[in-house]
């Protein structure tokens, strides 16, 4: 089985070209024959710089626009919201464009010859092919450039070689979209230093510099002006490196100077072999704890190609290559130490980029995290605990100055300074359950990793500030015993009444149960904070409960307004939450409320944005309709929702679906809960025989299964703990596992 992306020509288009990063750097490799380009990009490089938009009108509003809510006057509520509850200022800071290098060559390819590749078990992003002119197959130059971002290193390298001596010859340059401008140096290097944009009011605080190192195998190489060139060579190596003067969100002291200087230093003697090794050896310890089967496939087509085939159902091997692409996104883009992954991952080329290529905390930035646990990449959660831990302290002073609450709030969206007001407009923005979401979603991170204390200490504090803040919001609803939170919305959907504001709209109760009972969880297992978690149960008891409207369908809104909206079809589908990712809904345990959202599903429909069908996917599977999820993923693999080089587009380019639509692929194949899983819950008749070695469930479990004509014949399922765990595959088996060993358990036919 191939772990490749390739193609048969160059890129044309930014969206063409193959990803390579370490999280915090990345680039887009075009692979270009007359010129090639790398766009770059570094992690920190955002615009703005620290800064706490909190609104003095917002809390002395927001009394009068709930009561406005609560007395069903929405337009007039929204009005008021719009003047007076949004932050200030009501946009955030976005993910910018580094820089571009870029090698201008002087020659052309021999036809048919030409080939660029992803290598997503090694990282490499390698394109070759024969030089024109230089003889004739097989003797002719051979070309070829290697490029990746090495984790080991901290460093991006690209190699550009010929087989024949001499024969490499191009020119080298540097640019960047930002204020600044290339250094004066010899003919080793290229510098840019510049500073970010400023954006909405808030100054540009930044500092940064791009070095690109070149060592020459052979011939010459000169500087001439802002230019490298490099004539009658066999070889080229270039080192390229960026930092920030970033340091947390509300300190941007760094000297990126030094940063680059002692990175620089270590890597003096490094040659390309033992850089090349190191990457590859830090990628595939992360990338080869997982491997995924589905049968046979068709290599044999170039990847634009395999997309445009995929609907015609003979290429199961796309949809576990799609898996593995999501996880290397996911290796690439999200690394300990880093920043989480943006609506882009770490790549993008826009100074104005689609939605500030942020962190959008409505679905998106968890639809980003969904992958890694599953998938066996834990570790890559690491960057969203960190953005919790600095949420719960910028956030603190949002929800005094918006809400006089404790806790901590986050609205729809963040950026790299952690602001957390509520942005865009009062449609989307007045959502005071973002953090809430993020934090529930954690303490699933926790549960898949077996709640060891050292991670759920670290949880603990903001999952603790979000359950104050919550308490501290909700409010009763006239006339009954329940709670509801008011001003929100149903994130970004227009309810009947000329306004998304409302109360108490049903992913918030899903929300809050979810948060209340992790925390309840939490403080049990540490021995804290009794009294709390008891008010917590208390307000979980007073959440309204689910409400099936007159179609059959869950209700999105207390009230049943659905079949009503301006946007029956919208791409959010926010009150399915509670099957997906939640499981407070189940087939087994609420077939009616299943069976609702089944219908809310059929109204819906299933063609939506990239990653609005990366969710229905997951929806599909968890009521395991294993064809209709399949028929769901063919629509996200398709050309109409999945780019030249596999990036998820929303369209534009999103990197959510990605994840979101891998994290479908498994969810379709094991499901699991702390103490039982599902194996092939929603398997299609076109994946009838296959492997999954790696996967990961919640309990700290670890299994490989694999099945046959669609029945599962062996099991190997290991925890870190002494441990029984019931599996459902046709049959419902008991294992006892212990500490660190491998419970191996076939299934016999006679079994079935």
């Known amino acids: 089985m191939t772990h490749e992306l390739w193609y048969k020509k160059p890129a044309t288009e930014w969206t063409d070209a193959l990803p390579v990063g370490n999280g915090r750097l990345g680039a887009m490799v075009h692979g270009g024959v007359g010129r090639e380009e790398l766009q770059l990009n570094e992690s920190t490089l955002w615009s703005g710089g620290p800064y706490q938009p909190t609104n003095p009108e917002a809390l002395p509003n927001l009394a009068q626009v709930r009561e406005?809510?609560?007395?069903?006057?929405f337009e007039e509520a929204h009005a008021l919201a719009q003047t007076h509850l949004l932050a200030k200022p009501y946009l955030q800071m976005s993910y910018q464009p580094a820089g571009n290098l870029f090698l201008d060559f002087k020659h052309e390819a021999i036809a048919g010859s030409y080939l660029r590749k992803l290598d997503l078990a090694t990282g490499v992003a390698t394109t070759r092919y024969g030089l024109l002119g230089s003889g004739f197959e097989p003797n002719a130059a051979q070309f070829t450039r290697q490029t990746f971002v090495s984790a080991a290193d901290d460093l991006m390298v690209l190699k550009v070689s010929s087989s024949l001596p001499g024969t490499l010859a191009f020119e080298a340059w540097l640019d960047s979209p930002q204020e600044g401008d290339i250094l004066a140096g010899d003919a080793s290097v290229l510098s840019y230093r510049g500073h970010n944009f400023g954006k909405h009011g808030v100054p540009g605080q930044l500092s940064f510099g791009i070095d690109v190192h070149l060592r020459v195998e052979g011939g010459s190489v000169e500087r001439r002006g802002r230019r490298l060139v490099v004539r009658d060579a066999t070889s080229a190596l270039f080192l390229i490196d960026m930092a920030t003067s970033f340091t947390r969100f509300d300190d941007v002291s760094g000297d990126p100077e030094a940063r680059l200087a002692a990175r620089r230093s270590k890597l003096d003697a490094v040659d390309f072999d033992t850089l090349l090794a190191n990457h590859i050896a830090a990628h595939r310890a992360q990338f080869d704890r997982f491997e995924i089967d589905l049968g046979v496939g068709r290599d044999d087509l170039p990847t634009d190609e395999r997309i445009a085939n995929f609907a015609k159902g003979d290429d199961p091997a796309f949809a576990a290559l799609y898996v593995q692409y999501g996880r290397y996104l996911m290796i690439s883009s999200s690394r300990p130490g880093t920043q989480p992954a943006t609506l882009q991952g770490i790549w993008n080329k826009e100074t104005r980029p689609p939605w500030g290529s942020k962190y959008t905390a409505n679905i998106n930035l968890q639809m980003n995290y969904w992958l890694p646990d599953p998938a066996n990449l834990p570790e890559m959660m690491e960057p969203v605990?960190?953005?919790?831990?600095?949420?719960?302290?910028?956030?603190?002073?949002?929800?005094r100055a918006h809400y006089g609450a404790s806790g901590w709030v986050m609205h729809h969206n963040t950026d790299i300074w952690r602001a957390t007001g509520p942005v865009d407009g009062a449609a989307w923005g007045v959502w005071p359950t973002g953090g809430a979401w993020l934090m529930a979603q954690l303490w699933d991170h926790a549960r898949f990793d077996g709640r060891p204390e050292g991670l759920v200490r670290r949880l603990y504090g903001p999952l603790k500030g979000a359950v104050q803040f919550a308490l501290d919001i909700l409010v009763p609803l006239p006339g009954t015993d329940y709670l509801v939170t008011v001003p929100s919305i149903s994130p970004e959907n227009r309810h009947p009444f000329g306004s998304s504001l409302c109360a108490g709209p049903t992913m918030d109760n899903q929300i809050l149960r979810d948060l209340f009972a992790a925390f309840a969880e939490a403080a049990e297992q540490l021995g804290e904070d009794a009294d709390l978690s008891d008010a917590a149960l208390a307000a979980r008891q007073r959440l309204p409960e689910h409400r099936i409207g007159k179609a059959g369908q869950l209700q999105e809104w207390m009230e049943d307004w659905d079949m009503d909206v301006p946007e029956i079809?919208?791409?959010?589908?926010?009150?399915?939450?509670?099957?997906?990712?939640?499981?407070?809904?189940?087939?087994?345990?609420?077939?009616?409320?299943?069976?609702?959202?089944?219908?809310?599903?059929?109204?819906?429909g299933d063609e939506a944005t990239g990653w609005g069908i990366g969710w229905r996917i997951n929806l599909w599977a968890r009521l395991r309709e294993g064809e209709r999820a399949h028929a769901v993923l063919q629509l996200l693999l398709s050309p109409s929702r999945s780019y030249a080089n596999l990036f998820d587009a929303h369209p534009p380019f999103q990197i959510d679906g990605n994840f979101g639509g891998a994290a479908g692929i498994l969810e379709m194949l094991v499901q699991s809960t702390e103490d039982a899983v599902w194996l092939l819950p929603a398997l299609p008749a076109s994946w009838p025989k296959g492997t999954l070695r790696g996967v990961r469930a919640r309990g700290g479990v670890e299994l490989d299964f694999g099945w046959d004509n669609g029945e599962v014949r062996w099991v190997r399922v290991w925890s870190a703990k002494n441990r029984e765990i019931t599996v459902h595959a046709g049959k419902t088996i008991r294992l006892s596992t212990l500490a660190n060993e491998v419970m191996q358990h076939e299934f016999s036919a006679s079994q079935w």
């Not at 406005?68 to 006057?73: K, Q």
């Not at 589908?573 to 959202?597: E, N």
């Open 68 to 73: 406005l809510i609560l007395a069903g006057r």
């Open 385 to 399: 605990i960190a953005l919790a831990e600095d949420l719960a302290i910028t956030g603190a002073e949002m929800a």
């Open 569 to 604: 079809h919208h791409r959010h589908v926010s009150h399915l939450y509670g099957l997906y990712p939640s499981d407070q809904i189940d087939l087994d345990t609420t077939p009616d409320l299943a069976a609702a959202v089944r219908r809310s599903l059929e109204i819906r």
